[in-house]
């Protein structure tokens, strides 16, 4: 079946540490995105990707950073420089017109 | 700039119940519209969408929802909820900026069902 994976679905963190998110997709979608969801304030945008080996910021990139080797793939960074990480991540991926197709997320937690 | 505005973060309705919920945007060029769902601790699913044609576009499990150029809305409605339609609902614009295509969603809403 096509779809989009995200792992872990739970992720600590201790402080000044980086870590990884994974995204990955099966429905040959040429761009993807990473949003962050906080209760009450939506979903924000953090990077979008239209083709691989580029990326754009979006409205909150600050103390994140992504690549796009494969056209599968766009795996997200947290890095120590985001000040309050604690949120649920979530990976998707669109072909055409906007519509897109979410992975079940990713939930950090800073310990 | 384009915006979503979803002005009820929550709609308490009972059971079998009609619901309605509102969603304005704005926005300076052309835009496609929709609404997706979700449940706890899961990612989103596209419940409707409208890009071209006819102004009612129905969706999953009964929903549709109505576009409205002249007040700019695009409300969600139901006839009769169910208590598995409990969930967070979010509406988005989709318009193309520079070349890509983007996304703006609103802040949500939060439909729960009262037995």
């Known amino acids: 079946d096509g779809g989009i994976t995200q792992s872990p679905k739970y992720l600590f963190r201790k402080e000044g540490q980086n870590v990884t998110l994974s995204c990955e997709q099966n429905l040959n979608h040429d761009a993807m995105y990473w949003y962050r969801q906080d209760p009450g304030q939506g979903l924000r945008l953090i990077y979008y990707?239209?083709?691989?080996?580029?990326?754009q910021k979006g409205d909150i990139a600050e103390g994140y950073s992504v690549s796009r080797e494969k056209k599968e793939s766009f795996p997200l960074t947290v890095t120590s420089a985001q000040k309050n990480p604690t949120a649920f991540y979530l990976c998707a991926s669109s072909h055409r017109v906007g519509e897109q197709f979410f992975g079940p997320g990713t939930r950090l937690t800073v310990l | 700039a384009q915006s979503v505005t979803q002005l009820d973060s929550q709609v308490p309705v009972f059971e079998e119940a009609p619901v309605e919920l509102r969603c304005n945007y704005s926005s300076s060029v052309s835009v496609y519209l929709f609404w997706y769902v979700q449940y706890p601790n899961q990612g989103l699913q596209l419940l409707l969408k409208y890009l071209s044609g006819s102004t009612l576009v129905k969706g999953i499990n009964g929903f549709e929802a109505e576009f409205n150029k002249s007040q700019t809305s695009f409300h969600l409605r139901k006839p009769s909820v169910h208590i598995s339609d409990t969930a967070e609902y979010f509406c988005a614009v989709s318009y193309n900026s520079g070349g890509y295509q983007k996304v703006t969603f609103g802040t949500g809403t939060k439909l729960q069902v009262i037995p």
């Open positions: 990707s239209q083709i691989v080996n580029d990326f």
